[in-house]
């Protein structure tokens, strides 16, 4: 238990924190007023309630430039939704191709696919630098090739990838291609049209800076997603037979109406504020702590030499420290919160000879300063000199 007045929150890639208070003081504000079932009852209420999840998917459509708001379908979170996306393409007998960057929300499904005899599977590895070669994946696709899935961001080294160059490489072979936006979206600009993605998949709790339990995917015209779950929608519910018209295709039960609008609130907030200049602030805290910890002795940075394409976060070990307990010591002795471990990501960390204890991540927000920074570096340099000391 930390013994800090106040915490130094060093994890915001697992979800942002603190929210900005206008999104919660929006929240509970249209949530007082609109918060029935939307689109389930012919009073007013229900249907300006409808037609505010309606203004959203259009809002959410335009933010990542997709191609009909019709196709922006809610859920949960981004595993919710990959799990969708992947269970709503896969077909017996065909192969998808992703990475060894990716979340167990992408590996887990695609393994179990696998295992099953359904599809073929291969993974591309990254390079040093953690960076996907998109000739690497021209190499993997097949005829039999269903889908390409990868994510933008790495939850784990940070590294945004190519994706523009990684989508002309599938549209040269006629191959969707799915992207994981749960750690960039709301950090650097995404634009499905321009770099010829198919799908994604977002979460609204982490750099969108909405609430937890809201999320989805957005499927551009032409991607038909098969349906996977079933049950009420609103619509004609005489028929026994899950509408596949979209949204309603992949949605079913009532929408967190509340996580909608916390959403809406998020995006409006960041757009507000301007994602270059939040994404120049947060990367000026990434440089110096890596410039701070390159210098310190026993301390080791993964795929952090160059920042350029880079989310703002840092994965390091002390070394002859079990990174457990140096995020344990960073949060009982400083007051300081991280992520230890192998993040959801086991592949990643077999790659980097980090498994499997993993690594300590450190992950900045909008509300982390200059001054957390150089407490960061200060509690680094005290754990590494104590270890040598030792």
């Keep these: 238990m930390t013994t800090n007045t106040r915490i130094i929150y060093a994890d915001n890639a697992a979800t942002t924190f603190p929210k900005p208070p206008e999104v919660l003081s929006e929240m509970l504000e249209v949530y007082t007023k609109k918060g029935v079932s939307p689109g389930r009852g012919s009073y007013d209420l229900s249907i300006e309630a409808e037609n505010l999840v309606d203004e959203v998917r259009r809002q959410v459509c335009t933010f990542f430039n997709g191609d009909d708001p019709s196709r922006v379908v809610f859920g949960y979170n981004a595993t919710d939704a990959l799990n969708l996306i992947i269970q709503g393409l896969i077909e017996p007998g065909r192969h998808a191709v992703s990475s060894c960057l990716e979340h167990n929300s992408v590996l887990r499904p695609l393994h179990y696919f696998l295992q099953q005899g359904v599809i073929g599977l291969d993974l591309v590895s990254f390079d040093s630098e953690g960076f996907i070669d998109p000739g690497d994946v021209a190499k993997t696709i097949r005829p039999e090739t269903r889908f390409v899935i990868i994510n933008h961001g790495s939850n784990v080294v940070g590294t945004v990838q190519p ?8 549209a040269e072979r006629g191959v969707p291609l799915i992207l994981d936006v749960t750690q960039t ?8 049209q321009k770099w010829g993605v198919s799908a994604i998949a977002f979460t609204g709790h982490k750099s969108l800076y909405g609430p937890t339990g809201i999320g989805g995917l957005v499927a551009r015209v032409g991607l038909d997603v098969r349906t996977t779950r079933f049950g009420g929608t609103g619509l004609d519910s005489r028929s026994l037979v899950h509408s596949q018209s979209y949204p309603q295709r992949l949605e079913a039960g009532t929408i967190n109406i509340l996580g909608v609008i916390g959403l809406s609130a998020g995006i409006r907030y960041i757009e507000r504020q301007g994602l270059r200049r939040l994404y120049e602030e947060k990367m000026v805290l990434t440089r110096r702590l890596r410039d701070g910890l390159s210098a ?7 795929c952090a030499r160059s920042l350029k394409n880079h989310l703002p976060l840092l994965l390091c070990n002390a070394e002859g420290i079990d990174p457990e307990q140096v995020s344990t010591i960073l949060d009982g002795d400083f007051g300081i919160a991280t992520r230890a471990g192998l993040h959801c990501a086991p592949l990643v960390h077999q790659e980097l000879g980090t498994s499997p204890r993993g690594a300590v991540r450190f992950s900045f927000g909008l509300f982390n300063t200059p001054e957390e920074i150089e407490k960061i570096l200060r509690a680094m340099e005290a754990i590494s000199r104590s270890q040598r000391k030792g």
Excluded: N, R, T
């Excluded at 979206?185 to 499905?192: C, K, W």
């Excluded at 310190?296 to 993964?302: P, Q």
């Design 163 to 170: 994706v523009e160059q990684i989508g002309d490489v599938c």
């Design 185 to 192: 979206a709301g950090i650097v600009p995404i634009d499905m």
């Design 296 to 302: 310190m002795e026993g301390v080791k940075l993964y």
